[in-house]
């Protein structure tokens, strides 16, 4: 079976609900997530959007989620580290929490990025969505991938 991310909120491809964006509640919505690879140590979760004018904009970074994790409740409250476990890092606001999407006009995509990795990252609270990446290189196990879109 493949590892898969999916959410109970929209489905891939279609319109994130406004509860989930800047012109809502401007909180996470639910994951939950089936058939992690073999060896799955920790979890990171990338959330951004490509089509921004800037070549991107990351909205949301969590990583050492605990191996035993398979889904994200709706987030209300932001912290370093989250009561399901993981530690926040740093988005394009630079905050460390999440930040829904907010495209300035137009129809945009939003990628959520769920990677399997044979190790925790160990990187302090507040790395940036790049630093992660360099953390992960070589760890990776497998990566499932939810896209919604929203338009203003």
Not at 5 to 22: A, D, E, M, N
Not at 68 to 84: F, G, S, V
Request: glycine share 12%; with cysteine.
């Amino acid at each position: 079976m493949p590892f898969t991310l999916s959410s109970p909120s929209f489905s891939s491809g279609g319109s994130i609900p406004r509860r989930f964006t800047c012109d809502g509640d401007d909180v996470s919505p639910p994951f939950v997530w089936t058939d992690a690879p073999t060896g799955t140590q920790s979890f990171a979760l990338i959330f951004d959007d490509p089509d921004a004018s800037s070549g991107g904009w990351v909205h949301w970074v969590l990583y050492d989620l605990p191996a035993p994790t398979r889904a994200l409740a709706e987030t209300t409250r932001p912290a370093p580290r989250p009561e399901a476990g993981g530690i926040h890092g740093m988005n394009s606001w630079g905050r460390s929490d999440y930040g829904g999407p907010c495209p300035p006009s137009g129809t945009h995509r939003y990628f959520f990025r769920l990677y399997a990795l044979d190790a925790p990252v160990g990187l302090s609270p507040g790395a940036t969505a790049d630093q992660l990446r360099k953390a992960m290189e070589g760890h990776i196990l497998g990566l499932a991938e939810l896209m919604g879109t929203y338009r203003r």
